[in-house]
Every structure is written in structure tokens, then in C-alpha cells.
């Protein structure tokens, strides 16, 4: 079984390839990763890079994955709604994460650049259905000049500090996947999730 990732930078594929290795293994993962589609969604809209997020997922399950999931959140909701066209599942990576945050009231949601958070939130929306949940935002400052400069300890470590100055919340959203390793560094009593280990696993199981 074979299982696609979409990515739109590199550091996520040793992240996912660790969890394959402890959670799922026998697992074969074929990693696409494509920096531009973020600049361009970031530029112009996501709808933007529709076409291009079709062909590249047409592509990969013409050479056999079953199932494909995009791990970045900008993007997310357009390479879902690709999973007609291309016959199989595609599943973005922050969707059980997003649900269970939104079983909880109080959300306070980090992103490292603005363009995440319409996505991020239009999902924690439709996942709370007509639950009522109250939901802050904060953009971490500084964070997204770490992750591009290559300064991943500066990056994480900036992330766990804002997550730690959160106070009247229930759960903390870490909204993009090359946040997931600042859980770690918190020392925060409120929950913090991040989406990559339960986003695999939903396309795992999607795949099977």
C-alpha cells in the first residue's frame, strides 16, 4: 500500500517518515514536495493552485498510491475537493486535529504566517457543526522568518513561548505541520495539538 504526501516544504518529510517508521510500519510513503504551490497560494488564493494540485495528485495515483494526504494547510481544502477527480481519497492533514479541538469551547489557534488562518478556521468551523466554540487567534511574530531562514530551534522555540502565553483556553491549535515538534517544548497545563501523527493515521486508515 502506498500512500501520497503533498508537501510544500521539505521539512516535512523526515517528520512523517519518523511517525510511518513508529506507528505504521510496512507503511510506503512517496513524498511530493513543491515550495512554489505555497508562494503562489500565498500570492494569488489557493483556488489559484487548483489545477496544479490536480495534475500533481492525477500523477502520483497513476503510479499507484491509494490514497494522498496534503500536509499543508494553506492548501488543504483545495486538495481535498481534488479527491473526485482523481478517484481516491485525499485528506488534509489538519482535519482530525481541527475536530477534535472543536469537541472542546475554547480554541486558541497559533499560525506562523496570516495566509493559514482563513483555512484553519473555516475547518474548525465546519467541524464544530452547531456546536458553539469560542476561537482566538495569534500569529506567532518572527516565526515564519525563522522556518524560511532554516532556523528551526528559533522557529519551534518561538512557537512553544506563545503557546505558553496563552491563558483562558481549553486546547491549543498548532495550525501548520512544521509546528508539531514545539509540543515538546511547552510547558503550558492546556492541551496543544498538533496535526501530522493523527492526520497520518486518518489516511492510513482511508487508504485501507
Known amino acids: ?18 511517525l510511518r517508521d513508529a506507528d505504521h510500519p510496512g507503511l510506503v510513503l512517496r513524498h511530493l514536495v513543491d515550495e512554489g504551490l505555497l508562494l503562489r497560494a500565498r500570492e ?5 493552485v487548483s489545477g496544479e494540485i490536480r495534475a500533481l495528485l492525477a500523477g502520483v495515483v497513476g503510479e499507484g498510491a491509494c490514497a494522498v494526504l496534503c500536509t499543508c494547510s494553506t492548501i488543504g481544502a483545495v486538495a481535498e475537493s481534488a479527491s473526485a477527480a482523481i478517484g ?3 485528506l488534509r492533514v489538519d482535519r ?7 469537541r472542546r469551547g475554547r ?5 506562523a504566517i496570516t495566509g493559514t488562518l482563513t483555512p484553519t478556521l473555516a475547518l474548525l468551523a465546519e467541524e464544530a457543526g452547531e456546536r458553539s466554540v ?3 487567534t495569534v500569529v506567532v511574530d518572527g516565526a515564519w522568518a525563522c522556518f524560511e531562514a532554516g532556523d528551526r530551534d528559533g522557529y519551534l522555540d518561538l512557537i512553544a513561548a506563545a503557546a505558553d502565553a496563552v491563558t483562558e483556553a481549553d486546547v491549543i491549535v498548532l495550525a501548520q505541520a512544521s509546528m508539531a515538534d514545539a509540543v ?3 510547558a503550558t497545563r492546556i492541551p496543544v495539538l498538533s496535526s501530522p501523527r493523527p492526520g497520518l493515521s486518518a489516511a492510513v486508515a482511508a487508504a485501507r
Do not use: Q
Open 44 to 48: 494569488s488564493g489557493p483556488e489559484a
Open 184 to 186: 515538546s517544548r511547552t
Open 88 to 90: 481516491v481519497p485525499v
Open 96 to 102: 482530525p486535529m481541527a475536530a477534535d479541538a472543536a
Open 107 to 111: 480554541v486558541v489557534v497559533l499560525a
Open 134 to 136: 469560542e476561537v482566538r
Open 1 to 18: 500500500m502506498t500512500l501520497a504526501l503533498l508537501h510544500t516544504s521539505p521539512v516535512h518529510v523526515p517528520v512523517f517518515d519518523a
